[in-house]
């Protein structure tokens, strides 16, 4: 006597359909509002805590000693692209002139900018390094060189702009 199992043989799809499952389970629209919500408000926090100083909710770009004391190095710069600027304006200004001379010199201009630029740079990178090594000869948690190009960008920012606000006057000590 041979016994049947009742049902019939499940096709190859509907074993595979079975056995998959999806890799995020589906939430509901009131937890995704929730969490939006809530990443919002973390995030409105770091900014607050970035404009008056408090660097308990710094976010993680901006947290840690070695960030905040090279923000120190470099707000205590007086970076030299700001004078780049005028200069750029005066050079602008020269090459549209119907004059021959006053055009070769406004065309100039943009190396010298250029140059100027990249002596900044140079130095700030030089300063931020050379601080990084004094207050942490055995080095420091983060790569030099992610403190060094974190330095660097904030260098290159409008001084009023920049977040975390600055602690040091420019050309105190950091």
Known sequence: MTQTKGRPTPKRSEREAARRKPLVQPRGRDA???????SADKRRAQREAMRHGDERNYPAIAAGPERALVRDVVDARRPMWIL??????????????????????????????????MADLILA????RRALREAY?????????????????RNMQFRRSRLPRPRTSPGGKA
Do not use: C, H, N
């Open 137 to 153: 000869p055995e080095g420091t948690k983060e790569p030099e060189k992610v403190l060094v190009w974190y330095g660097t960008a």
């Open 125 to 128: 990178r030089r300063a931020v």
């Open 32 to 38: 995704l509002k929730a969490d939006r919500s809530a």
């Open 84 to 117: 780049a600027l005028p200069v750029w304006a005066v050079g602008a200004v020269l090459s549209i002139m119907a004059s021959p001379v006053a055009r070769t010199f406004g065309q100039l201009t943009l190396p010298v900018v250029v140059g100027l630029l």
